[in-house]
């Protein structure tokens, strides 16, 4: 099982030799492609081979791929990544709207209670707000429960005059810590044979991950926690790679405890069988510390 994540920050040749990645720079270090969950390539000044990243792609290896300022700006998707994708693909253009309406509800549902938990946990008067949203959430969030809530925590987390448009730190961290998830998310939905641009509320169609978004929602708290916990004052690499080891820590999926990076794959697939089944019972959220 892949554990590793691995981030490349300096200048670097990257290629690809008898299972292994070998990385080529001040000094060279060979790790085995069975050990990698996620690659991250921070620094514009890497290079890599076709070869490397054809194996990667075949070994289901989250590629992320970062900008001058190493935010991250793209990743590497496979065409398939399952042997019965085809299949997959029919099943998801025919998935019915009830049944994503059904799914979508409770995931939402799930995003404000874990905002909720985390301004409880922080002493926060607003968590009271978001338990009464929660039970006035209606069929596929019909009356926006959603933006009500995230009004009142962003407020509550970081002060009334807080934008998420405001170029700083906070903010920052937040794009980071959100990008990670989604990019494993991305990973998981590809993995399982599913299109990331056919989503179940998101329908954008400039967005590649839109049933990405989709599904990141519940996660998003946990960014949110690491992020009030820490208040950066800057977001650079020693607080990037502190980030980056969220998708290390424990979380509890289905009665069991897994590394976040894999506890993701068991609720993807919940998800998918939910829609499936038609049946949201069925759905696996993670359960972690903020």
């Known amino acids: 099982m892949s554990w590793r994540i691995v981030v490349v920050s300096r200048r670097a040749k990257l290629d690809y030799k008898l299972n292994y990645m070998v990385v080529r720079g001040e000094e060279t270090i060979k790790i085995h492609l069975s050990e990698i969950s996620t690659l991250i390539v921070e620094s514009t000044e890497v290079s890599l081979t076709a070869a490397l990243l054809a ?10 791929f970062c900008d001058e300022k190493r935010n991250p700006s793209s990743e590497l998707v496979s065409y398939y990544g ?8 029919r099943e998801q253009i025919q998935w019915s709207a009830d049944a ?9 549902s799930e995003k404000i ?4 938990d985390l301004l409880a946990r922080l002493k926060k008067p ?7 949203y929660l039970g006035q959430i209606e069929l596929n969030d019909a009356t926006n429960r959603e933006g009500h809530a995230a009004k ?5 987390l970081f002060g009334k005059d807080f934008s998420r448009t405001l170029e700083i730190p906070t903010n920052a961290a ?6 990670l998830i989604l990019s494993a998310i991305n ?24 049933l990405g978004c989709d599904l990141v929602e519940p996660f998003r708290p946990l960014i949110d926690s690491w992020t009030v916990a820490k208040a950066p004052t800057k977001f650079e690499r020693e607080e990037k790679l502190e980030m980056i080891q969220l998708l290390n820590s424990s979380v509890v999926v289905a009665g069991k405890t897994h590394y976040l990076n894999h506890a993701i794959g068991v609720y993807c697939r919940s998800v998918f069988d939910a829609i499936g089944e038609k049946d949201p019972g069925v759905l696996r959220f993670c359960q972690y510390e903020l």
Not at 100 to 107: C, G, H, L, R, S
Not at 113 to 116: D, E, F, G, V
């Open 55 to 64: 194996e990667l792609t075949k070994s289901k290896v989250k590629v992320i």
């Open 82 to 89: 399952s042997h019965d994708t085809s299949a997959k693909l």
């Open 100 to 108: 994503k309406a059904f799914v979508w509800t409770e995931i939402i």
């Open 113 to 116: 209670r874990r905002q909720r």
């Open 126 to 132: 607003e968590s009271a707000l978001l338990t009464e």
């Open 152 to 156: 009142v925590y962003f407020n509550a």
């Open 174 to 179: 937040l794009n980071y810590g959100y990008a």
């Open 187 to 210: 990973r998981e939905i590809v993995k399982c044979g599913y299109l990331t641009q056919l989503g179940l509320r998101h329908d954008n169609v400039f967005n590649p991950f839109n």
